[in-house]
């Protein structure tokens, strides 16, 4: 069975400042991973996406994030946090099997202070 | 760019009345996903759906829940009998082909059981 688990389900930094959002994963097989953003009142929108290539993967909006197979995780960051970043954040793991259904974190909703 | 709809935005029901919610996927994808959020808790997968049959389905979706694709572009969740623990938002998800790993969301379907 997989699982993901984001340390922190409020974070909040300052524009400009670094963000970083955790996210560890426990799969019994090779996991592909995902990162999804949700504004207010819309839906889940993908940010990046890990299925086994490269370990530093760019996603969309400054966000990248690393594979990380010893520490089972998986953390977004951005250098720079810009106020339109303020949203809702969820890690995601798929299953490899035909249906590959995700499953996902807690979320984690980021505050951006001017 | 393609996205995935669904219909209607917001559906308030009395329990134990029978909702249907609709979902247009990507018009090239071929497997699609139902998830559901209640408030303040994990995004939880309910089924996912290829070639006209369930591929996946969660505990979740019990004899109550229905998927149907009725035509070429339309993918429909029935609720049979709705209960107040229903109430939740509901997410149409579709997936390009096998091999592409990532889900396309729609913005969902907020359903309220009174």
């Known amino acids: 069975a997989q699982s993901v688990t984001q340390l922190g389900s409020h974070v909040s930094v300052s524009e400009g400042a670094l963000v970083l959002l955790r996210c560890n994963y426990s799969?019994?097989?090779?996991?592909?991973l995902f990162w999804y953003v949700q504004y207010p009142n819309q839906g889940l929108q993908l940010l990046l996406k890990y299925t086994s290539a490269a370990t530093l993967v760019k996603g969309i909006n400054g966000f990248e994030a690393e594979f990380k197979k010893s520490e089972t995780s998986f953390h977004l960051t951005k250098p720079s946090a810009h106020m339109s970043d303020a949203a809702e954040y969820f890690c995601?793991?798929?299953?490899?099997?035909?249906?590959?259904?995700?499953?996902f974190g807690g979320g984690t909703r980021l505050m951006v202070k001017p | 760019e393609p996205e995935v709809t669904q219909t209607p935005s917001h559906q308030v029901t009395q329990m134990g009345q029978e909702v249907i919610l609709r979902c247009v996927p990507i018009?090239?994808?071929?497997?699609f996903y139902w998830y559901r959020q209640i408030l303040g808790q994990k995004v939880e997968f309910l089924v996912s759906f290829y070639n006209n049959e369930i591929s996946e389905k969660s505990e979740i979706f019990d004899d109550q829940f229905s998927v149907e694709r009725p035509d070429g572009s339309n993918f429909t969740l029935k609720i049979r009998s709705t209960k107040l623990e229903d109430s939740a938002m509901y997410f149409c998800?579709?997936?390009?082909?096998?091999?592409?790993?990532?889900?396309?969301f729609g913005p969902g379907t907020r359903l309220t059981v009174t």
């Open positions: 998800a579709s997936r390009l082909r096998q091999g592409a790993y990532e889900q396309y």
């Open positions: 018009s090239n994808h071929l497997y």
């Open positions: 995601a793991v798929s299953d490899n099997n035909a249906g590959n259904m995700l499953t």
């Open positions: 799969s019994s097989v090779p996991p592909y």
